[in-house]
């Protein structure tokens, strides 16, 4: 059974720049969050997708925008990047989107920009 | 809005130590609680979790309870390993869904250091 896999592990953008960080969820799993991690702080919701259609979101703007696809695998695309978005973004996968269920989380993705 | 708040790190150990991470909460009814962990240059883990008041989770020696008069989950483990440090996260889902989604609410995540 294949865990969860993000790409790409680190990358470094400029500010204005867009960026887009994949995902690849755990077999069997329908449910994709996504994550912001800053240094020294917990992880932060962004939003969740369930079937192809985005189920919740957290607190961000509108310029953080994603995508599920049939094989549930998921993006995460920011524009008109901020300094303030340089963090550790976390994808994590679950078996439907109760709340009882465990996350199963990638290793993240590393972002900085510059 | 929902929150958790854990204990500042980093908390220090001794091996064989016993060790208690506090954490306590904010939310209405009766949330489900989750511990995580997060080894360097990983992603988090499931460590344990409780769904029910006086519920206990446990895993790996590791053991919470679900207190909700004083809306805590204490994490707790008798004897700390060497291989126990990591930064331990706690966690919670509301009882209630908002738009279908159970938005979760971490902690800001408590270091631990365990030296032989």
């Known amino acids: 059974e294949t865990g969860v896999t993000q790409s790409p592990t680190h990358l470094i953008k400029t500010r204005g720049q867009q960026v887009t960080l994949r995902c690849s969820s755990q077999?069997?799993?329908?449910?994709v969050s996504w994550y912001q991690q800053a240094l020294g702080q917990g992880p932060q919701f962004i939003f969740q997708y369930y079937r192809e259609e985005e189920n919740g979101r957290g607190n961000f703007p509108p310029r953080f925008s994603g995508l599920q696809f049939p094989n549930y695998s998921s993006e995460l695309n920011v524009n008109a990047l901020e300094l303030d978005d340089s963090a550790l973004y976390l994808c994590a996968s679950s078996p439907g989107t109760g709340g009882t269920n465990e996350q199963f989380f990638g290793p993240g993705t590393r972002l900085t920009v510059l | 809005g929902d929150s958790v708040t854990q204990m500042e790190g980093p908390v220090t150990l001794s091996e064989e130590a016993f060790l208690t991470i506090n954490c306590t909460y904010t939310?209405?009814?009766?949330?489900?609680l989750f511990w995580y962990v997060q080894y360097p240059g990983e992603g988090l883990q499931l460590l344990l979790k409780a769904t029910k008041a006086d519920d206990k989770g446990s895993n790996k020696g590791f053991e919470a309870t679900y207190r909700k008069e004083t809306t805590s989950f204490h994490l707790e483990k008798g004897s700390v390993q060497v291989s126990d440090s990591a930064v331990y996260f706690c966690a919670l889902t509301p009882a209630f869904s908002s738009g279908g989604s159970y938005i979760p609410t971490f902690g800001r995540g408590t270091s631990l250091i365990v030296h032989p």
């Open positions: 939310a209405t009814g009766y949330p489900s």
């Open positions: 077999s069997g799993h329908n449910t």
